[in-house]
Every structure is written in C-alpha cells, then in structure tokens.
C-alpha cells in the first residue's frame, strides 16, 4: 500500500509499506512530475540528446561518449551490492511506471516530436554521473594548459579562483545551546546552474523504517546531499577537492588499431566508432578510445595530443550509491559517517547534526595519491612518476566544537585534497552574520561585497585626473554601500564599471596572449574562454597589476554613456534550458518580470554573472534549507523554481519570488494522510 500527499506547494510526500517499494514510488513521482527534466538527462548519458533535440547539442553527445558516461553507470551499477541494485531497480520500475503519465503533460515532448523511452536499471547512476562528470576540476586544467603556454607557468596564480563550474555553495552548522534547550542547526544554500526544472526536487519518504524530508535528484533515488531523518540532518558542499586527472597521451595508428605510448613502449589501446543521431541533420561519427590512465576526451589542437581523462568513479567501477539507502535509515551523525565510507564522487565536504547535540563535519569521496603536479595541468603518461599509486587520501571525521562553515574555502579538513579554492571572504562573512546572532534567512540572503583588491583600486585613482563626470562616479562608488542589492543604483554602476574595466583587460600587454588559439573542444569554452576567465579573476589581477589607467577608462565610459541603472534591471534570471517548447520560453520571460535578482559572485548570495561578458544571473542557489534538530517542522526550504517540471503545473514556479525575497517555506512534517494509491 502506498500513499501521496503533496502540502500547499505540491511537495510530494510518499508513505510505502517498505524501502523498496518506497523507492519505486519515488521513482514514479520523479517521472510524474519531471518526465523532460529526467529523459533529458538519461539521454546526456547516453550521448544521445542530439537525437532528440538537434545539431545543438553534438559537442556534449560527442563528450558524453568520448568520456563512456553510460559504460561507467553499467559497470558501476553491476558492482552494487544486491539490496542497493535491488532498491535502485524498485525506482526505475517506479520511473518507467510514470513516465507516459508525466510525458502527457510535459509539452518538451509533443514540441519535439520525441517520446520517452524505458530506463534501463543503470540509468539514475548515469543521470547522476551527468551531473557531475563536469563538476570538479578537469577543465580547469585545460585552462591551466592554456595559461602556461601562452603566459608561462608562473601566470597560473592569476586565476585561481572559482571557474565558472564552481558551486559558490554555503552550509553552516550551530552547536547545540544547553542553555535553552535548542538542538543543532544546519543550514545552508547549495549553488549551481540555475536550470529549469531545478536540479533539486523536494521531498519527503517515509515507510516504517524511516521518514525523511530532503532535496532529491530527479532520476536518482534517496537523498544524496541535503536531509532531515528526524533524528540526524546533513548537508554538503563542494569541497573542492581534486580527484580527476588528465594525461597527455601520444598515439600511433595501425589500420583501424590505435596504440598509445607508455612508460615501455607502444601498448594497444580500446578503440571503437559509435555513430550519434542527429534531430534534423546527418548523424555523426565519433571514434571512442580508451588508454590505460582512462578515456580519450579531447585532442590538444596546439601539440597533437590525445587528452585522456583518469576519475575514480571508472577505476573503482562505484559510485557511492551504496551510501543512499544507510542514510536514509540513519539516526546519529555517526551513522551518517558510516554510510559516506562507501561515497567515491563528487567529493563533498559534509557537515551532520543529530538531536543529542553531536555535530561532525565529514569529506566524503576518493581522492588518489599521485604527483602533486596532476593536480594543475595535463601530464605525460608515458612517465611512471605520474601514475596513481593505489590508494586514496584517509577519509576526513572530526567532532565539531561551535560553529562550523563550509563555502568551498580552504580549511585544515580539506586542505590537503584540492588545490585551487574559494577565497575565504564568504565564509569569513558567514561567521560575521552568525557571530552577531542573524537568522538563517539573513544569512542566506546577504549580498555585500568584500572590499577585495578590485574594490580598493578605486580608493587608489586620482580624482584630479579625471573629468568630472567620472570624478562624479568615482566618489559615488567610494560613498557607496558595497550592497548588491536588486534596487541599488550604486551596485548597477559598479557592475558597469567593473564590465569595462574587464573588456579593457582584453587586451593588456600582460594578458593579450590568452587570445592565441586554445586548441580544445568547443564543450569546454565556459572554462577556457579568456574573456570569462578574466572576468572571473579580477579580484587577482587587480592585485598583481598596476590598472589604475584601465580602471579609469573605465570609470570615464560609464560615465558617459547611459546610466547603467539599477543592479536588478542589469543581473536578469537566466535558467538554463534547452528551449524547444515555446511555453517554456514564455514562462521564463514572464519570470524576468516577477523578480529582481539581488547578489553576485562573491556575495554570500553568490548569484553568479561574469563580469565582461554578461551582467545576467545563470547560477545562483538552487536551494536554501534550514534543518531544525530540535523540532523538524520548524525546519525551512526553498527552491528557486517549484515542485512541478510542468508549465501549466500551479506549481511549476510557485515559489519564485520567495527564493528571490529570501523567504523559506515551511517543510511538510504533518501525519501522511493522501489518497491511496497502486
């Protein structure tokens, strides 16, 4: 017997008589609600959205079989213990069960001529492997590559910061406060691409064993990385954590074989052809190959190499997955750690929480022994000293005394796993919200900016110098608030101005060389376009380089051109989605007009934009939750879209304007009580 509620904002709640048939209804409503969100993504997979979407989408089918998406699933699904395959069965048969029901009311399908197509057992690990194969650094060192061949390695320190896949995520936890009474909490906003549907789906499941609420992945079962048993809570962020790797890889043909130098000799190579449909055009060929470091990716255009790329996930044929079912069943944080022992990738920084005031902060994943410099760049594979020795860092467990805050930062528990992290002003700005005893809410929304070095060029021009339009301008940003508020006309001309100054660095003589060809795969543009990397970095380049000439042209453009207006009119919503359905594209555009975005990349409310090239707003927080260990309904969530993958849904964007304000709702906790269901 099984039931569904959904509360006021179609946040589905789902009784079962056991897990796994609590899974197959996850499965089914997951289906039901998000049948696009989740065919879409299965097809990323298999690299066969081109097929159902068009010629637009070959760059990343092209990857996706290059990189053997779907083989990993496979093999990693085959590895699973028999009670995970079994669970993870239950919810693709609860996927397939819906899926005609929720293609009905999707228009994606009809506006594309597409239908959805059966799930085979793997394919949430694939869906889940989607979104995260581009996740952690491998393009970064693509960029890396790019820098030091056309600036020298020692450039490099120019850009280390968050690229534009990072997550900009926060999550905090409060100790227990005996002197109330009031238990742990955890709060916290993860951030990501702004994609409609949103990639999280809220939700709460229960059967006799356990009753859960959390933030799911449509197309995955359980609760990978934010829920509240009633017992325990966890919530996780990036952290940062370097575990991917890529080799240079010299190959040599034979016929239709394919060898690849190692550290004693020619070695053969797996090579086949696997042919990619294309939605109104001619399919296309791509050759598929694979080293004994891992796939081939990519071709380095500039040196002729082969780019192979080496993940834990392929070389332990796991996942983690055997970790979804233990926490949903957890009641102590040390069960929480217990379950993440299985957790391979993405690596997560986890902070836990239970009722009797234990509060552990975690690193969940493998992260391997090797040479520290595969941790920067692409490295010769024929070298032995580059090879993984075999095993992995020692898992990360430690009790927290206080407050603790995660934002990407570079903290002694994950320290020795990445190298590249945020900087610390988020965190540092977080623990000053805390400190001075704000609300979650607060926290979540704040949108001030560090007085970072691009900030403090500013104090550094002459007023003198200038004409007095921009000697108008400068002392209005000097006076100004640092607040990037939606309705703030002072964050709207600092966006102008920081935007000039960034086109400007174009072509600075330190800088110009980035525009020599890059020599990559379109699919990894986000992370090797120049302009958008040094929009990204000009915090670091303010501080390396003498701008006080750029930055007052700059000051002198905006000063004469229109004005720039309100940071709300310039940092625009922009979720991202593929299009093909006109109703999708109108709800968007009716969207823009209901909500003025506040934040910016390196606020607490990091509403990422990239300085240079576009003022709108692509990644932001996909979710805000405050789990509340003393009384689970007090707990708070929201996410930025709705409960519902339909455009006609009343719940497709129903809680919009309260992410935009900041306001949580509350989460469902009452007695199930929905109509029977089979």
Not at 288 to 300: C, K, L
Not at 418 to 438: M, S, V, W
Not at 601 to 629: E, F, H, K, N, Q
Not at 643 to 668: C, E, K, M, N, Y
């Amino acid at each position: 017997m099984t039931h569904v509620d959904r509360d006021q904002w179609g946040v589905p709640q789902l009784w079962a008589g056991d897990a796994d048939a609590l899974a197959r209804l996850q499965g089914r409503v997951a289906a039901v609600d998000r049948a696009w969100q989740i065919s879409v993504e299965r097809w990323r997979a298999e690299g066969r959205l081109a097929a159902h979407v068009g010629p637009a989408e070959l760059a990343w089918d092209r990857f996706a079989r290059r990189v053997r998406l779907d083989d990993t699933a496979r093999r990693c699904y085959e590895g699973l213990d028999p009670d995970t395959r079994r669970w993870v069965e239950a919810y693709v048969d609860g996927v397939n069960s819906g899926l005609a029901e929720g293609a009905a009311g999707a228009p994606e399908f009809a506006a594309t001529g597409t239908a959805p197509e059966p799930w085979q057992p793997w394919s949430p690990l694939g869906v889940f492997l989607v979104q995260h194969v581009l996740f952690s650094t491998f393009p970064n060192k693509l960029w890396h590559a790019h820098v030091a061949r056309t600036l020298g390695p020692e450039a490099a320190g120019l850009f280390a910061v968050e690229g534009p896949a990072s997550s900009g995520s926060n999550a905090w936890a409060l100790p227990a406060d005996p002197a109330t009474g009031r238990g742990p909490v955890i709060a916290g906003d993860p951030h990501r691409l702004l994609e409609l549907p949103g990639v999280y789906q809220q939700v709460r499941l229960a059967c006799p064993e356990f009753d859960v609420i959390g933030l799911a992945f449509p197309g995955v079962p359980g609760l990978p990385h934010f829920g509240h048993t009633g017992h325990v809570a966890w919530a996780v962020t990036n952290a940062m954590a370097d575990y991917q790797d890529l080799y240079r890889e010299r190959l040599r043909r034979d016929g239709d074989r394919v060898l690849v130098r190692d550290a004693d000799g020619w070695t053969p190579a797996a090579r086949h052809v696997e042919e990619i449909e294309v939605r109104g055009g001619a399919p296309e060929t791509v050759e598929v190959i694979e080293t004994p470091r891992g796939p081939v990716i990519d071709h380095d255009r500039v040196t002729g190499d082969a780019i192979a790329l080496r993940t834990p996930s392929r070389v332990e044929a796991r996942l983690g997955f055997e970790a979804l079912l233990p926490l949903l069943r957890a009641r102590h944080t040390g069960d929480v750690a217990e379950a993440l022992r299985h957790w391979v990738e993405p690596v997560n920084s986890v902070l836990a929480a239970d009722t009797g005031g234990s509060v552990r902060r975690l690193v969940a994943g493998l992260v391997p022994v090797r040479d520290e410099r595969c941790r920067r760049e692409p490295v010769p594979a024929w070298e032995p000293a580059y090879r993984w020795r075999g095993d992995y860092l020692p898992l990360v467990d430690e009790p927290v005394d206080g407050v603790a805050v995660c934002a990407n930062d570079r903290r002694e528990d994950v320290a020795a796993h990445g190298a590249d992290f945020a900087p610390p002003h988020r965190a540092r700005r977080i623990r000053e919200l805390l400190a001075d005893g704000a609300e979650p809410s607060t926290v979540h929304t704040d949108d001030r900016l560090p007085a970072g070095p691009l900030y403090r060029l500013l104090d550094r021009l002459d007023p003198d110098r200038l004409d007095e339009p921009a000697r108008a301008l400068l002392l209005r940003l000097r006076g100004w608030d640092r607040a990037m508020a939606a309705g703030s006309a002072g964050a709207g001309a600092y966006a102008a101005w920081r935007a000039a100054l960034a086109r400007r660095l174009r072509v600075h003589p330190r800088l110009r060389g980035l525009d020599e060809p890059c020599g990559f795969d379109e699919l990894f543009a986000p992370w090797t376009d120049p302009a958008a990397r040094i929009g990204l970095a000009l915090d670091h380049l303010a501080a390396a380089f003498d701008l006080a000439e750029p930055a007052a042209e700059a000051l002198a453009e905006v000063a004469a051109g229109p004005a720039p207006g309100e940071w709300g009119s310039r940092h625009l919503l922009h979720p991202v989605h593929l299009g093909v359905a006109p109703a999708i594209t109108d709800a968007v555009t009716a969207m823009r007009r209901r909500v003025a975005l506040g934040g910016d990349t390196d606020c607490v409310l990091a509403t990422s934009s990239v300085p240079g090239i576009s003022d709108a707003c692509w990644r932001g927080p996909v979710a805000r939750y405050v789990w509340d260990l003393t009384d689970r309904a007090a707990s708070r969530w929201i996410v930025p879209f709705g409960a519902s993958g339909r455009p006609g849904d009343a719940h497709f964007a129903d809680q919009l304007t309260h992410w935009a304000a900041g306001t949580l709702i509350p989460v469902p906790d009452g007695p199930l009580t929905g109509d029977e269901t089979t």
